[in-house]
């Protein structure tokens, strides 16, 4: 045995495990979050032990150990093109499991067919030695299909949130890629599992950071994050403010969870109108901003579009408060509470013209 790949193994087992124990003593996540990073660090746990035993046994080259070697290959290509898929369902969670059902089953209807024709994806020979079969391109399909939706995935968080480590998602994505193409071409080199380990690692971290920097109710940055960027500002840039009226007494009338909902769903709309411009925040329950960086853009237009947004949809959603919305552009030895203060008075300036808005 090499003791190069022995190392290898014993460090990612322990670095799972030790994840497994951290990811159970957090207090952010909820348990189906802890559970299903748990599986998929104990499912890749398995597989380090199957690939080492599997290498162990190629090495022997005993033939009294040929049905052992075929199990612990038909465990791995079962599982391994289904862990990136997996991990895709952990990070974005309202996906729950239908792809990656999809996927396992198209991929296990391929792996039976390919049993009942006598073809398989790989092939242990006599002398125990195992080799690539005819029908290993079914595999490489399954794998590719994972990643590309492990990818898509990745995609999906980095346009969706705006937190600051992007660059996490695309680096992971890259070192999947790479892990694949060199246990494809390179087989020699036992790295997909290092690979794995790495990621559940480094989307470990990005979920934290998620916690730490996101609302849950409206996906906007979070109090936090607002006050840390403010202490940041770079000048010149344009503070967009929005209130909710009266969610009182839509907490009073319909209940907390349909104000939550109303909430919700302007928080939406900020977000779809104004997060190509700038970056938008939650600031306290039902005060929300955008900071602009482009002083340009014509936003006395843009409010005009968002606010008969709001109105539009109370149409089909009675219960819907109104929003006011107000705008200062940051001028030179100004403050962010003088701007703040701006802001406010053109915020109260558009209320008392709203209703001419809405028929405008």
């Not at 014993?10 to 599986?39: A, H, P």
């Not at 380990?197 to 109710?217: C, M, R, S």
């Not at 329950?285 to 409010?303: A, L, Y």
């Amino acid at each position: 045995m090499n003791p190069y790949f022995l190392v290898l193994t014993c460090i990612n087992i322990f670095v799972l495990l030790t994840l497994v124990i951290v990811i159970l003593n957090n207090k952010k996540m909820t348990g189906e979050q802890k559970g299903n990073f748990v599986f998929i660090s104990f499912m890749t746990i398995g597989l380090v032990v199957v690939e080492f035993v599997a290498l162990y046994i190629f090495q022997s080259r005993n033939p009294s150990y040929r049905w052992l070697n075929y199990a612990m290959h038909y465990l791995e290509f079962t599982f391994v093109p289904i862990i990136p898929v997996l991990i895709a369902n952990t990070i974005v969670e309202e996906r729950k499991y239908r792809v990656s059902f999809i996927i396992s089953t198209v991929y296990g209807f391929l792996f039976l067919i390919s049993l009942f024709f006598k073809k398989s994806i790989f092939l242990i020979d006599e002398n125990n030695v195992y080799s690539r079969d005819v029908m290993f391109p079914v595999y490489i399909v399954a794998s590719v299909t994972g990643l590309l939706y492990l990818i898509l995935e990745n995609l999906y968080l980095a346009l969706r949130f705006q937190i600051k480590n992007k660059i996490l998602l695309l680096l992971t994505s890259i070192l999947f890629v790479l892990g694949f193409l060199m246990g494809v071409f390179v087989p020699d080199v036992h790295v997909k599992y290092l690979v794995t380990t790495i990621a559940l690692l480094v989307y470990y971290v990005y979920k934290n950071d998620l916690f730490d920097q996101v609302d849950p109710l409206t996906l906007m940055l979070n109090q936090k994050m607002f006050q840390k960027d403010v202490a940041q500002l770079s000048h010149p840039y344009l503070l967009v403010i929005f209130g909710i009226d009266n969610i009182k007494n839509v907490n009073e009338i319909y209940g907390i969870e349909t104000g939550d909902e109303c909430i919700s769903v302007v928080a939406e709309k900020i977000r779809n109108f104004y997060k190509k411009y700038g970056v938008c925040y939650r600031m306290t329950g039902t005060d929300f901003c955008c900071i602009i960086k482009h002083t340009s853009i014509n936003i006395e237009d843009v409010n005009d579009e968002f606010f008969h947004s709001i109105v539009k949809k109370t149409y089909e959603m009675r219960e819907l408060p109104f929003v006011t919305v107000g705008y200062a552009i940051h001028e030179r030895n100004e403050n962010f509470e003088e701007v703040m203060k701006r802001a406010n008075l053109n915020r109260l300036e558009f209320r008392e013209t709203r209703n001419q808005r809405i028929f405008f």
